[in-house]
């Protein structure tokens, strides 16, 4: 079905197609799960037909509220089609409490509250994991302009209050996540957009009650039930109800 279009760049959980028209692109959710830089490796049944549900239903929704993102429509289960965008080659992060990478480096206790949102960059490159870089870096390697860096915390910092709250509804705590940005071309002009993915592979989504966590720390730290929990986030959204066979198996 998708094998005879062009592929234009394979990730580790998502691929990337030619689109029907020019300025836009198919992104398919694969089912492949990564952790620790590629190093630890699995194939999650349904995963990303979750994400690519979940996913869609973010975009949108941020959409409505007037975050322009890459997100044109869903095609299938897999399949969403998307604008093209030239990628920033940065991940934004964004925490509102301790865990995973701060939590060690800066030794909190995971859980602990931050004493405000805090937004981090981080360099895309796998060779080097992906290393913390500073708006310094930014700006002397030439990766974002000085407004870009400003468009980007402004965005990522309305994403997180939207989502913490569209979370929260659903009793779900936003712990932190992963966002990336691309630029649009319009004649001499570009603007940044949002890209890329938002699910619990990008996540940190703790059970607001019991802070069980429902996101890819369930596969890290090898946990179980990660589509389970992946599929326990999409019913609390509401966008279960056409899904439950592919937990079962055999949808691809
Ligand atoms: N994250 C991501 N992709 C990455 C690194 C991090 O989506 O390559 C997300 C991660 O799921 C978490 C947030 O960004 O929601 C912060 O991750 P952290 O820096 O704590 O890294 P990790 O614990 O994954 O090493």
Redesign the pocket.
Known sequence: MTTRRKKIYEGKAKILYEGPEPGTLIQYFKDDAT???GEKKAQLEGKGVINNRISEYVMTRLNGIGVQNHFIRRLNLREQLIKEVEIIPL?V?V?NIA??????RLGLPEGQALPRSII?F?Y?DDKLN?P?VSEEHITAFNWAATQEIDDMMATALRVNDYLSGLFSGVGITL????IEFGRIYEGDFSRIILADEISP????LWDSLTNEKL???RF?RDLGNVIESYTEVARRLGIMKEMPTVIQGGVH
């Not at 712990?175 to 992963?178: A, L, P, R, S, T």
């Open positions: 952790a620790f830089n991940e992060v925490r865990a995973g990478s701060i939590a060690t981090e981080y895309k992906d913390m712990v932190d996540f992963k592979d990008s996540c940190r996101d890819k720390d890290r």
